[in-house]
């Protein structure tokens, strides 16, 4: 059975060599000292591996049951959510008028990373609660607030999004699920949507499912889609629970992974329904819970991959086969082991390099999000809206691409169950379509987050880096490494979307046909820079000769190897950027 250890000490290096979470101006962060964040994430740390991880196979291989309309979870899941819940890692960053703790959210992420790379499955219960409490926090009147959120940060009830029906998935105008306005308010809700996660389970009292619906004369297509809280349990005055709400599980999929968490078709029958924020401007209120899912979901991409990174190096370090070729390893062995195979190094150092890179992406993207949030600060805002696409597509088609080679590390058995690398595999590929398929999500960086507000995050990111390389050009050492190679491919991104603005607009394919290519281009010059400045803060930490120097000196030659072996990728995808549409569009349908 696969293992999982929570990497606490590059937590807490991202955190506090890197990001100087203490130091910064954004309330709450002054709290967070490095003993306090360790506290915390030595605690999660050992739920992740004690409580979660050994109910990852479980939930795997017993999946979801749905019998007479109730949805049974795998067993475990319930006493490990009350366990959950009963530590009160469910409110970890949530408001304290509603009973959370009222952390920053970036230690919400990082607990939330750990929780992930355990089991996947399971922590997208108490995601989509937490999104769902962030929309009716955010969009919420008062009564609502009060009604919902105390239960939903104590995850005594859960949380849904509902925008998925069987014609739409991508293009949400064409939806058909009805809200009717009735006399006291509320609206009745009829119709059916698809592929619900966690729809329906066992695990709390009551489920608020937070529905996308059209008020009929409304205007047509996106422009007339609404938001509703559709509790599946009626709420009385006093707050206790009421008549069953119209809406109910059609079916359960079946499905490729994540089979712990149950996916429903959701059937609304006349359901009572009440307004979220403003009639027809659903998309606004629904985004708040989807800017933060689609952070969640890249970094569902990053956790798996680090569980199925660290199974692979037990792996290679056990299994014997071949020699090296520069000389024997293990002579008092048959053969040595896997890990002296400069093939299998790569694939290692692909996925270490790729992961401890998007943990300092993740965690520097929730800072961005508090300081957004918490200091009302409008560039912050700008700027993790431009990257959130980025975080979403980007570690989730590399946590994919990972999960796969760490379970090509081991061989044929790899492939067969009992090891449980197939479920990182399978689990880990969803990532990749919900949320916005990838797809969407480059098409969103390029249409809209590129040119928003004139440009102008996308110039702050540039220069931000720009004036990084030229405060950092001094070493010698790190400059030749990091800098050097960070430069080249900010450059070779600044192109690229020099090449959309004149291109783009002549027509619009030759952008398009290059948009997966851009948000792979800007994930490496992420990446990039946050290895920079890894390098930078280790070699100080070093110098400083605090700490395990060994650390320092392994985050070094890792970045090293980012820099050298996976940042190069931006020059492919820009070359392919500046071809243009027309090999993309070269052929006619019949001929494909
Ligand atoms: C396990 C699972 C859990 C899910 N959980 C939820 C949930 O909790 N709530 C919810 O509402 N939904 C959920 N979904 C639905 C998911 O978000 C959608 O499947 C996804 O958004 C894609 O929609 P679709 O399947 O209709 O694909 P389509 O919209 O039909 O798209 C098909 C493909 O075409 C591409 N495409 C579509 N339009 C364009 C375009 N204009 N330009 C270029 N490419 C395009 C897409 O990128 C995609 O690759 C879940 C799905 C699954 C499988």
Redesign the pocket.
Known sequence: MPSYTAPVKDFQFVLHDVLKASESAIPGYDELDRDFTSAILEEAGKIASEVLAPLNPVGDQQGCRLENGVVHTPEGFKAAFDQLREGGWTGLDCDPDFGGQGMPYVMGVATGEMFTAANMAFTMYQG?THGAYSAIHIHGTDQQKQTYLPKMVSCEWTG?????EPH????LGLMRTKAEPQEDGSYKISGQ???????DHDMSDNVIHLVLAKIPGGPDGIKGVSLFIVPKFLVNEDGSLGARNGVSVGKL?E?MG?HG?A?CVMNYDEATGYLLGTAHKGMRAMFTMMNEARLGVGMQGLAVAEAAYQNAVIYAKDRLQGRAVTGTQNPDGPADPLIVHPDIRRALMDQKSFVEGARAFALWGAQMIDQARRSEDAAAEGMISLLTPVLKGFLTDEGFACAVQAQQVYGGHGYIEEWGMSQFTRDAR?AM????????QA?DLVGRKLAAEGGKPAMALFEMIKTFCKENAGDEEIAKQFIEPLKTASKQLQEAAMYFMQNGMKNPNHA?AGSTDFLHLFGHVCLGFMWSKMAIAAKEALASGAGDAAFYETKIATGRYYMARRLPATAMHLQRILSGADPVMALDAANF
Do not use: H
Request: hydrophobic share 40%; net charge negative; charged share 15%.
């Open positions: 989509l849904t999004m509902n925008l998925t739409c998935g991508t293009d949507k698809i592929f619900i996660s966690a729809g999929e499905k994540i968490n996916t969803i379509i919900y949320e916005g398929a990838n797809g969407i098409l398009l």
